[in-house]
């Protein structure tokens, strides 16, 4: 049952073009977060939001930007996609501030940038 | 900082045998500790979670893992495998400040055969 949503699932891009990948939950979480995840890779966190109008950085440096103007939705975007773009993109929510509260994920975007 | 580790990237078992993956965290305090499983084109979904009460955790789908201090282990098991466990699994640790993010070992690819 996914209460979050991501789209598009597969995108195929050529290098340069300006993408954004949705994401939006109907679960009224505050907190909100993107992973990148390659293959044989741990989820590497790239962006994270407390609620509206809050983003910030994650451990992994990203040369996408994220904004979040309303509660429910949290896109990302990257401005001249490369090829060393090529990932899988993971969206996640949680409820509260506690960090026992488990993620609740998308179903990622496989992004392909040729 | 807290990190989690995997050991084996792989992991086989015929269905019907024991299922054991390994997980060892870091973490200078009691740490929130995760399973997640990820079936293939999917997002993650919380198997089961340690918060400092039970250290024997009871999830879904058979699965069940023991917090064990001494050893800094989290361990996940199932009694007997089943094909539809095939899957990739990870282990996780929630950061103890006050970001709380969750960062995530390089999962375990686990493969039942018949």
């Known amino acids: 049952e996914a209460d979050i949503y991501q789209t598009p699932r597969y995108l195929v891009i050529g290098t340069g073009k300006k993408i954004t990948l949705e994401c939006s939950q109907t679960?009224?979480?505050?907190?909100m977060y993107w992973y990148q995840q390659d293959p044989g890779m741990e989820l590497h966190l790239i962006h994270y939001s407390y609620g509206v109008n809050s983003t910030e950085k994650g451990d992994l440096s990203s040369e996408s930007t994220v904004s979040r103007i309303r509660t429910e939705h949290f896109p990302l975007t990257l401005e001249s996609a490369r090829p060393s773009h090529t990932s899988q993109y993971l969206c996640?929510?949680?409820?509260?501030?506690?960090?026992?509260?488990?993620?609740?994920f998308g179903n990622g975007t496989r992004l392909t940038v040729t | 900082a807290q990190s989690v580790t995997q050991l084996g990237s792989h992991v086989s078992v015929s269905e019907g045998a024991l299922v054991l993956l390994r997980c060892n965290y870091s973490?200078?305090?009691?740490?929130?500790l995760f399973w997640y499983v990820q079936y293939p084109n999917q997002g993650l979904q919380l198997l089961l979670k340690?918060?400092?009460?039970?250290?024997l955790v009871k999830g879904i789908n058979g699965f069940e893992a023991e917090f064990k201090k001494s050893e800094t282990s989290f361990h996940l098991t199932k009694p007997s495998a089943h094909m539809s466990d095939a899957a990739e699994y990870f282990c996780?640790?929630?950061?103890?400040?006050?970001?709380?993010?969750?960062?995530f070992g390089t999962g375990t690819r686990l493969t039942v055969i018949p």
């Open positions: 996640a929510s949680r409820r509260g501030n506690g960090g026992n509260s488990p993620l609740h």
């Open positions: 973490s200078s305090v009691p740490p929130y």
């Open positions: 340690y918060t400092s009460a039970a250290t």
């Open positions: 996780a640790v929630s950061d103890m400040s006050g970001a709380n993010n969750l960062f």
């Open positions: 679960m009224g979480h505050d907190k």
